[in-house]
């Protein structure tokens, strides 16, 4: 007896220092394990490269999803369409950078898809990788950008000859909807600050309006911190201190310029992943637009970066509830990065694209 009393505090010891843990999972509902198909558009540029490398980590992982691919490119006229069909069946869409003609009257195809689909939120996760030095630390920031009107709404017209009018629209709808995107992502994502970018110091009436909105949604996050800064400011914030900022909203031209620096502070346009969504239709890409459709002396060295894209995949996979197949993604992809032996040129290294693929597989759990 006395001996199993002395045992007991040598028993406590040892169960003290080995921590149980349990796999914390979503209980799914019956068949929603069935193949997911996905519309898949390669694009133009790296395009091809980076979706194939998506390709190759889902079937290496076993992904229930499956893809319908199509040829698209930047030079027509319009998005096929038995294209805009297949997206509108299949509610998912992954693609690679649509390379925009400049000038000569050539509509964005990009523009095309987030008008009809009304894919009125642009989401980009700028946030450091573990391994992956740059001139900041502690940098998440995730970029809310209003996808469909603003100065992106294409309402131009020539007054008289050498005169140009460029129409900027803001409207009510528009701003609250985004805001209301922006708070929300904020609360289920557990952030604590949404800033909205403006320059309504000069475009009073627009920019007012679009604040106006902001302000009116965050009186009912009452738990989320909520301020305002001026978008020439917010430049010049996010090179010197990035990673006071959390949640960032902002209308269309606005959200653009910011997600692009956010993405060169935080390590590259090559590894920011994105998508845009509306209440219907999600298209995923690489989440930075400038170099989505990369140089032609990538293409020909087949070195193009497919990290972005295979990170956009795993937002993918969350959006169609296989958290643990984008976990597993994930994981890899990050593992890779921080090891560091398989980079492209652009994060320091010289490897191939299919090099860092073969990695990436390599390392999935």
Do not use: W
Not at 199 to 211: P, V
Not at 277 to 295: H, I, Y
Not at 314 to 322: E, S
């Amino acid at each position: 007896m006395a001996t199993s009393r002395r045992s007991l505090p040598l028993l406590r010891t040892l169960m003290a220092g080995k921590t149980q843990t349990r796999t914390v999972t979503y209980m799914p509902r019956p068949g929603d394990g069935a193949p997911r198909p996905v519309t898949l558009i390669p694009g133009d540029g790296i395009g091809p490269l980076v979706t194939n490398a998506v390709e190759q980590v889902m079937e290496a992982m076993h992904a229930p999803v499956y893809f319908e691919k199509y040829e698209v490119h930047g030079d027509m006229k319009r998005v096929p369409q038995e294209v805009m069909d297949s997206i509108r069946k299949n509610k998912v869409c992954l693609k690679g950078g649509l390379k925009t003609p400049m000038g000569g009257g050539v509509n964005s195809l990009n523009m095309q898809l987030r008008k009809e689909l009304d894919l009125y939120a642009s989401l980009v996760n700028c946030c450091n990788l573990p391994g992956l030095r740059t001139r900041h630390e502690n940098v998440d920031i995730v970029v809310i950008r209003e996808n469909t009107e603003g100065e992106y709404s294409g309402l131009e017209h020539e007054v008289v000859p050498g005169v140009v009018e460029s129409l900027k629209v803001i409207t009510k709808f528009c701003s609250e909807r985004i805001a209301k995107y922006a708070f929300e992502y904020a609360y289920l994502n557990n952030r604590k600050k949404v800033t909205a970018v403006h320059k309504a110091n000069i475009m009073k009436l627009a920019d007012g309006l679009f604040l106006e909105s902001c302000r009116e949604v965050a009186t009912k996050y009452p738990s989320i911190k909520y301020n305002e800064i001026i978008v020439d400011n917010c430049c010049m914030q996010l090179v010197s201190k990035p990673e006071q900022f959390d949640v960032m909203v902002t209308p269309n031209l606005y959200g653009n310029l910011v997600a692009n620096t956010a993405a060169g502070i935080a390590g590259g346009t090559g590894v920011m992943p994105g998508g845009n969504v509306g209440a219907e239709f999600a298209v995923f890409e690489q989440g930075a637009s400038a170099g989505n459709v990369g140089k032609e002396k990538i293409v020909e060295q087949m070195k193009a970066n497919p990290v972005a894209l295979l990170l956009s995949s795993a937002m993918m996979l969350r959006h169609l509830q296989f958290p643990s197949f984008a976990d597993r993604l994930e994981s890899a992809v990050k593992r890779v990065i921080l090891e560091g032996q398989y980079r492209t040129k652009d994060l320091g290294g010289d490897s191939t694209t299919q090099e860092v693929v073969a990695a990436v597989i390599a390392k999935l759990d």
